[in-house]
């Protein structure tokens, strides 16, 4: 995160934003309150970043912000969140599955159809992302459906631990943990 003296200054620097988890979302959300300009470059061929180099690691790191990136009210997000993912990236391949158990008895059946033609252009989006956007090995796109019910499990543990007030972890630190 790239960011002017002058900026930083006028929206508190990190004192403003020290009893937060995910520091770097809470500080673009005050530059943009403040009226200032936020944008997301890609710098790939600048330099790499290895954020995790396991899924233990990954779903620590991803627990902390599944939960306190909402702000108010998390509960309600969190469930949103979730309905969304359901529908749009595994609802498709459930019905997909469907087609292809009935397809046995009815060879063209609806769910085929409608979950073949939905989960085609779910996978031809992903393909297209890692090929030119992320710039990484399409074959990654395949797994979209194994990932996006990872992150709703690694959501499900944050939303559980956030919302009974368990606290999430990061870099030994427990937040937001009601005493």
Request: contains cysteine.
């Amino acid at each position: 995160m790239l960011i002017t003296r002058e900026a930083y200054e006028k929206i508190g620097g990190h004192d403003a934003v020290r009893d937060r988890i995910v520091e770097d979302l809470s500080m673009a959300r005050k530059l943009k309150r403040e009226g200032l300009r936020l944008r997301f470059l890609v710098a790939q061929d600048a330099f790499g970043v290895r954020m995790y180099s396991s899924l233990r690691e990954i779903w620590i790191g991803w627990r902390k912000n599944f939960y306190t990136v909402s702000e108010n009210h998390r509960l309600l997000r969190a469930i949103q969140r979730f309905l969304f993912l359901f529908i749009f990236f595994i609802l498709p391949f459930i019905i997909l599955a469907q087609g292809i158990l009935l397809a046995t008895f009815q060879p063209l059946n609806p769910f085929l159809l409608a979950g073949g033609f939905m989960c085609f252009w779910l996978w031809l989006g992903m393909l297209i992302f890692y090929k030119q956007g992320a710039r990484l090995n399409p074959a990654y796109g395949l797994l979209l459906p194994l990932a996006v019910a990872v992150y709703m499990a690694i959501g499900v543990d944050s939303t559980i631990r956030g919302a009974l007030g368990k606290g999430l972890s990061w870099k030994g630190r427990v937040y937001e943990q009601n005493k």
